[in-house]
């Protein structure tokens, strides 16, 4: 939001492909709604078909943007728990149990018609592996590029539609190759994201975003509906389905050359008007897939939960 071991070592294809692109708009691009737009009739902006415009008696602008100067911090709770197995050639056998703990800080720096500009800091970056097998888990880690940011100050710049576009370091911070690398990686995952309906929407509005997957990959379809707007807040739900072989595209591991599966997962996203910058998010995902090669052959049915509490600074 304006607010990311062995062969399986794909954790960015994972989180990347599947939870990020789930969520999509709802971590990266959901604003606060405003009541008082203009109603106007369903229509497709981009990556986003509006299916439905909803209640228009009661209007509420998604793209409404934080106002310069306000502040909140951000803890993210992610876990990835399942099973792993290789057979073939090779033989392993994992129970995977893995929580990331990411706390950070916003503040809104700058924000008129032509975008706006979010300071982050990551405060804290925790990993809690209680994987069946040492190390197993750290390939799952949420968005571990992060932890060679901790402390670093970064300029989010996201457009007049709400896009991210840039991530640079504030004026002043210096910082390093690795964390360059780093900087490059958080653009990867988040400047792609579809952005939200253009237009205002209603209660029981509907629409679609098309999320690439990655590496050339299909796309995810994720689809999202305003439940409720009452007394300033307001509640979306996004439910998410696709191919597995999405996430790797054209980029599979070494040593396999198919991928089959299904991604499917729902989530919840609640916030305030009057607080653009707070919001809870809930989100689970399933992801059932098959890795197959020449001699061996890999399974993952993996349970993805993702928990984000904000609150004003």
Do not use: C
């Not at 399986?8 to 709802?26: E, F, Y």
């Not at 929580?99 to 018609?113: G, K, Q």
């Not at 198919?258 to 609640?270: D, N, P, R, W, Y």
């Amino acid at each position: 939001m304006f607010a990311t071991s062995t062969t399986v070592a794909r954790r960015k294809a994972v989180r990347a492909g599947i939870a990020t692109a789930a969520i999509g708009a709802v971590t990266l691009g959901v604003a606060a709604p405003s009541a008082g737009a203009t109603s106007v009739p369903p229509s497709s902006d981009g990556d986003v078909v509006v299916l439905d415009a909803g209640d228009l008696s009661q209007p509420v602008d998604l793209g409404a943007r934080p106002a310069a100067g306000t502040a909140a911090t951000n803890t993210s709770v992610s876990s990835v728990t399942g099973t792993l197995a290789v057979t073939g050639e090779q033989e392993q056998n994992v129970d995977l149990d893995v929580v990331t703990t990411v706390v950070e800080s916003a503040h809104v720096t700058a924000s008129d018609e032509s975008g706006v500009t979010i300071r982050r800091r990551v405060e804290s970056y925790d990993v809690t592996d209680n994987s069946s097998e040492d190390g197993a888990g750290e390939s799952f880690a949420s968005d571990e590029e992060l932890a060679e940011l901790v402390g670093v100050d970064l300029d989010y710049l996201f457009g007049p539609d709400n896009r991210l576009q840039d991530v640079v370091p504030a004026d002043g911070v210096e910082v390093t190759d690795e964390q360059l690398a780093a900087i490059d990686e958080v653009i990867a995952d988040g400047i792609d994201k579809a952005g939200l309906p253009a237009e205002p929407v209603g209660v029981g509005a509907q629409w679609t975003a098309t999320l690439p997957g990655t590496n050339g990959g299909a796309a995810i379809e994720a689809t999202y509906t305003l439940v409720s707007f009452a007394d300033g807040q307001y509640t979306v739900e996004v439910s998410a389905a696709g191919d597995a072989a999405s996430l790797y595209g054209d980029d599979l591991p070494r040593g396999f050359d198919e991928a089959s599966g299904t991604i499917a997962g729902t989530g919840t996203l609640v916030g305030s008007v009057d607080e653009p910058l707070v919001r809870s998010v809930e989100l689970e995902l399933d992801l059932d897939v098959t890795l197959t090669g020449p001699t061996t052959e890999m399974t993952m049915n993996l349970t993805m939960t993702e928990s984000e509490v904000s609150a004003t600074a």
